[in-house]
């Protein structure tokens, strides 16, 4: 028959065995709940990710998507349009000559385009017939989304079966954007030159190629627009002019542009 002090130590041996059992538990349900914590915790991210990505419309963007480099900004939609990742040519390969928009306009060979006729600012479906009197538009019925800010690689184009297009171009400006078109044909080294001024300030603005017009650059605002047959370094400063004049003008700037 067990004394007195071996059934103490058996009792005190099952106690701390039950112990042991409890907290083993307990570490696996709060391990568990590390575990589901983070889950939700991805899926909270991934989810806000998706919105920022989507430029806040409800997935009119696609997460990851977008690039630094690209700067892409939460003021509309860039459902369907390729980001333009690359690295621009810093501007002080080339330094502002001209700092006069019609001086800088007229020494790289363009043709300044002023207070053109406001053609209308009415939202439309896809559905309506819209003609826009210059090349590229500087006003007119337009689509309710416009494109975000950012440089993309897509053509914005006229196609009506697209989503995001012309009239998409078109509200952005009406918001007080500045448009920066180019060829395709451009070349490599005149593309990131371009590229460079626009990253080095690109609230505001946006740049892609268009195949529709026959300029090699072309800068848009509400009813004004510069147009480039052909490129030069002096463009740059008329890029430049432009913007500075030009940005934030527009008719319903609902979307505030951060100028610092």
């Known amino acids: 028959m067990a004394s007195r002090k071996e059934e103490k130590e058996r009792l005190r041996a099952q106690r701390l065995a039950a112990e042991r059992a409890a907290g083993s538990g307990g570490r696996r349900r709060m391990m568990a709940g590390y575990v589901v914590a983070g889950i939700l915790t991805v899926a909270v991210i991934a989810g806000l990710v998706a919105v920022i990505a989507s430029g806040g419309s409800g997935g009119d963007g696609s997460a990851g998507s977008a690039c630094d480099n690209a700067h892409v900004q939460n003021t509309g939609s860039f459902k369907g349009l390729e980001p333009d990742c690359r690295q621009g040519t810093s501007e002080s390969v080339s330094p502002t000559q001209f700092g006069d928009l019609a001086v800088s306009a007229q020494k790289a060979g363009c043709q300044l385009k002023e207070d053109l006729p406001d053609e209308g600012n009415t939202h439309v479906p896809n559905s309506t017939a819209v003609h826009y009197g210059t090349v590229p538009p500087t006003s007119g019925n337009h689509n309710p989304v416009p494109i975000s800010d950012g440089a993309y690689k897509t053509p914005v184009t006229s196609d009506t079966s697209k989503e995001t297009n012309i009239r998409n171009e078109v509200h952005a400006m009406e918001h007080g954007r500045i448009e920066i078109h180019y060829t395709p044909d451009l070349p490599e080294d005149q593309q990131l ?68």
């Not at 047959?229 to 951060?258: A, S, W």
């Open 193 to 260: 030159a371009l590229k460079g001024v626009f990253d080095a300030d690109p609230d505001g603005v946006l740049l892609f190629p268009d195949p529709d017009m026959p300029y090699d650059v072309a800068v848009t605002a509400w009813t004004n627009e510069v147009v480039c047959p052909h490129y030069n370094e002096t463009v740059l400063d008329v890029i430049r002019n432009f913007r500075d004049k030009y940005r934030g003008n527009g008719p319903e700037q609902q979307i505030p542009i951060n100028l610092g």
